[in-house]
């Protein structure tokens, strides 16, 4: 069953095209890498799906699920508010709490919900934005470069963090991305994206996360 289903979308801003008609299914729980060169149009798809376009012309069909979280590479936590009312904005009910400490607990920060957002490390900050995407209960992921800003050692962790939540919550996952060991690493299927196409689409049965699963994958790096 489809989470996301994409039929001909074409995206351009005043005269030049960036989406030249792209189809795309991604399934439920199915965890998908966005791999393209800067200028490719990764964020431009991932956009047109959080619908954060308007400002684009386009057309094209798209289905998406109502309960859909987003992730940019800098968390953008309101630096007014501290660490758990971030998490939990916009949230109500009365186990909002509850569910906002569980997911800081999920990232790691127990004890930080009390904690501004600039007293945590930039790795800390977006472990904060996953927490506050998740506790949403997303059928949808969508991450924009997440780990971009990092250091490559906080990066790892990220990676193992975020293959535990993926496991855990199994939303279905668009993680864009220009790094090509990061999709390796992350990823069920990896779909590649030049000059607004879709140019390769490379679902396999992969290993576990780990060594056997980059052995499996760099033998199929001519396809990328
Ligand atoms: P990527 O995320 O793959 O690096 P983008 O989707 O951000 O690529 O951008 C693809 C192209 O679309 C780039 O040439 C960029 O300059 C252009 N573009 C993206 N957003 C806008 C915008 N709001 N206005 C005008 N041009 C844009
Ligand atoms: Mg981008």
Redesign the pocket.
Known sequence: MSVVRIRGLVRR??K?G?LDGIDLDIGAGEFVALL????????????ALADL?H??EGSGDLIVPERLSVVFQDARLLPWKRVLDNVILGLDGAHARQRGLEALAEVELDGRERSWPYELSGGEQQRVALARSLVRRPELLLA??PFGALDALTRIRMHVLLRRLSATHNPAVLL?T?DVDEAIELADRVVV?DQ?RIVADIRVALPPPGAARRERFAALQHEL
């Open positions: 801003f005043t030049k960036v393209g060169r800067s200028g490719s149009g990764k964020s431009t798809l991932l956009r376009d400002e684009a924009d470069e864009v220009h994206l607004g």
